[in-house]
């Protein structure tokens, strides 16, 4: 039996004041008991709901100014061009301070970049160029925080715990997707896509104070840690770090190009569904919402998944839904019933197949990767996989304005199907996790 009483979380200084831990709990404890990571988990679950609301906000905010598919998806991509230049030097900057305090100002920089949207409606001067601004901040703080939250959780959780704790955080983000563009929605709807994204900045508030409520204390730094600090020149380390082992390599390749996919799809879905299938915000908002209740239910099964499947058939499996998911788009067009099923079985395939992937990998390069590379490899895998993001938003508004968006949609999903196949034949080659240890960059 578990017992229930409550750890403390630190050590009686000298003094006698509770001092904050460098610790991590007990492996034996439940993760209900770790208040720390309650507090993380709390603080990114109100972080995703809004960044929900603003993933659906922006493009109708964009679209709302009159502007055309290419606009849209050059706005899109600048909200992920910091993958590019940004990532690299935040693994950096994680390795070297204190990641609770990172996280804290990679949040006031969100909040306050974001706060610039309804500062700049109330005076009428809104446009795409100061969107295209705006969104670079709002992603150069989140290619931060997430670097720096993903480095931060080993320091909370013991090891036997990472897949659990992840399938929390991923469950939180389906519980967003499911609950954040219908609120998106319903708000754009009666208040305007500039309300909405004001929601986002209360959010990324709230979780700042979650976060600073974390008594966690990474141990202070030695003289020999002193010397040993990273250098700019292992920027480029990291990256023959992620090459040299062979399962993180083929983890990378896979990720970098579904990405690819998956955001000009999306790009593309958000004008096609208010263009030429007639749905407006609500509309869309309900859509992603209904989906994403099998992204929830995909966190949940997601630790028995891998029991039963094993770690490269459960990565097989799980990517082999998100990629072929977007392919049922291609019937709509018909009727507004159907338009809409379609939709949100898309979606709803998507991901339960994408969380199930996403739990095993994240828990994979936690355990894998030392803690005091951590940050530099996990901001060279970011960089990697989520740099094709701004070139698929780009390359879906720009396709689908000239040779339309439905067969545009079709590209990308034959694309998408034909990267898992390579990813799927790679996978059954690949050795077993254990056999394969990470060597310090």
């Known amino acids: 039996m578990t017992s229930t009483h409550v750890e403390p979380h630190g050590t009686r200084g000298p003094e006698g004041r509770t001092q904050p831990s460098s610790v991590p709990p007990e492996p034996g404890r439940s993760l209900w008991h770790n208040r720390d990571f309650l507090k993380l988990w709390s603080g990114e679950t109100v972080a995703a709901f809004g960044a929900q609301v603003t993933q ?59 706060a610039m949207v309804p500062a700049l409606h ?166 992603l919402a209904l989906g994403s209740v099998a992204s929830l239910a995909g966190a949940v099964v997601a630790k028995r998944a891998g029991n039963r499947f094993g770690f490269p058939r459960v990565l097989i499996l799980a990517m082999g839904l998100a990629s072929v998911a977007p392919a049922l788009l291609l019937p709509t067009g018909g009727s507004t019933l159907w338009n809409f099923v379609a939709a949100t079985l898309t979606f709803a395939v998507y991901g339960f197949g994408l969380t199930i992937y996403n739990v095993h990998v994240v828990a994979f390069r936690q355990s894998v990767i030392p803690s005091e590379v951590l940050g530099r490899a996990t901001a060279a895998y970011r960089m990697l996989t989520y740099g094709p993001f701004p070139l698929g938003a780009f390359l879906g508004g720009l396709l689908g304005e000239r040779f339309g968006l439905w067969n545009s949609i079709l590209v990308f999903a034959i694309a998408s199907v034909a990267g898992w196949s390579l990813f799927a034949s790679a996978c059954w080659r690949l050795p077993a996790p254990a056999a394969e240890k990470t060597p310090t960059a």
């Open 122 to 287: 109330l005076v009428d001067a809104l446009s795409v160029p100061a969107l295209c601004v705006i969104a670079f901040l709002v992603g150069s703080g989140t290619a931060v925080f997430d670097v720096a939250y993903l480095a931060y959780l080993p320091a909370l959780v013991p090891q036997r715990h990472l897949v659990d704790a992840n399938s929390k955080l991923q469950g939180s983000y389906s519980v967003a997707q499911i609950g954040g563009p219908g609120i998106g929605g319903l708000l754009i709807r009666a208040l305007g896509a500039w309300f909405a994204i004001l929601a986002n900045v209360v959010a990324y508030l709230a979780t700042f104070v979650t976060l600073f409520l974390i008594h966690h204390r990474e141990p202070p730094r030695t003289p020999a840690d002193e010397t040993a600090r990273p250098r700019l020149a292992d920027i480029l380390t990291s990256f023959g770090l992620l090459w040299r082992h062979r399962i993180l390599r083929v983890l990378t390749f896979q990720a970098g190009w579904f990405n690819l996919c998956e955001q000009a799809i999306l790009t593309l879905f958000l004008v096609y569904s208010v263009k030429e299938l007639g749905m407006d915000a609500g509309g869309v908002g309900f859509v």
């Open 56 to 114: 659906l906000a922006l493009p109708l905010l964009v679209l709302g100014l009159g502007a055309s598919a290419t606009q849209v998806g050059v706005v899109s991509a600048m909200q992920y061009m910091p993958a590019l230049c940004v990532t690299p030097f935040a693994g950096l900057l994680i390795d070297m301070f204190d990641r609770r305090l990172i996280l804290l100002v990679a949040n006031l920089v969100r909040a306050a970049a974001l």
